[in-house]
T-cell receptor, first 111, second 115 residues
Framework: GQNIDQPTEMTATEGAIVQINCTYQ??????LFWYQQHAGEAPTFLSY????GLEEKGRFSSFLSRSKGYSYLLLKELQMKDSASYLC????????????FGTGTQLKVEL | DSGVTQTPKHLITATGQRVTLRCSPR?????VYWYQQSLDQGLQFLIQ???????AKGNILERFSAQQFPDLHSELNLSSLELGDSALYFC??????????????FGPGTRLTVL
């Protein structure tokens, strides 16, 4: 089975940096996705980590440690539009592509 | 806009009824996935089809079924609807059957309300 944990809510200030953590326990593992979801809208792809280390993509970076079952999403220069839910999803090993999502971290960016 | 389309956007129906949700994948994508998102459960994987064949199955209820047609669009059929089936239903597509570079792109969703 799979178990994914993320904080439920976080609040940060516009222009600041925020780190959203995700820990997972899984029987198989290919990699880990991060998605952003605004309320009532579709999840949109942010990043995919397969190997240990940091992947940087503009204001967003994602880190993975396979040995520790740990990932984080780092958001820099926060903007009000970054207020959304951030979903961590495990891509399991084996056939198919049945992602298991965490319940998401609701980020609120304040002035 | 991800390129994945879903219809209808909203659906209101009564308990015991049957509905069909439709999804068209991004051009060139062979896999279609269905997810259910309710307030208390988060995003739950239901089923994956790849090039017309069922590829992976999640905790999909027996009252639910899906298929992928030769033109690669997919339909999710929900029958004997219950109040608890009220949720957002998302379709996603990806180019391949799975694997380390096969990113899923989500459609805008269908909001189902069962009264």
């Amino acid at each position: 089975g799979q178990n994914i944990d993320q904080p439920t809510e976080m609040t940060a200030t516009e222009g600041a940096i925020v780190q959203i953590n995700c820990t997972y326990q899984t029987s198989g593992f290919n990699g880990l996705f991060w998605y952003q979801q605004h309320a009532g809208e579709a999840p949109t792809f942010l990043s995919y980590n397969v190997l240990d280390g940091l992947e940087e993509k503009g204001r967003f970076s994602s880190f993975l440690s396979r040995s520790k079952g740990y990932s984080y999403l780092l958001l820099k220069e926060l903007q009000m539009k970054d207020s959304a839910s951030y979903l961590c999803a495990v891509d399991p090993a084996g056939g198919g592509n049945k992602l298991t999502f965490g319940t998401g971290t609701q980020l609120k960016v304040e002035l | 806009d991800s390129g994945v389309t879903q219809t209808p956007k909203h659906l209101i129906t009564a308990t015991g009824q049957r509905v069909t949700l439709r999804c068209s994948p991004r051009s060139g994508d062979l896999s279609v996935y269905w997810y259910q998102q309710s307030l208390d459960q988060g995003l739950q994987f239901l089923i994956q089809y790849y090039n017309g064949e069922e590829r992976a199955k999640g905790n999909i209820l027996e009252r639910f079924s899906a298929q992928q047609f030769p033109d690669l669009h997919s339909e999710l059929n929900l029958s004997s609807l219950e109040l608890g089936d009220s949720a957002l239903y998302f379709c996603a597509s990806s180019p391949l059957a799975g694997g380390t570079t096969d990113t899923q792109y989500f459609g805008p969703g269908t909001r189902l309300t069962v009264l």
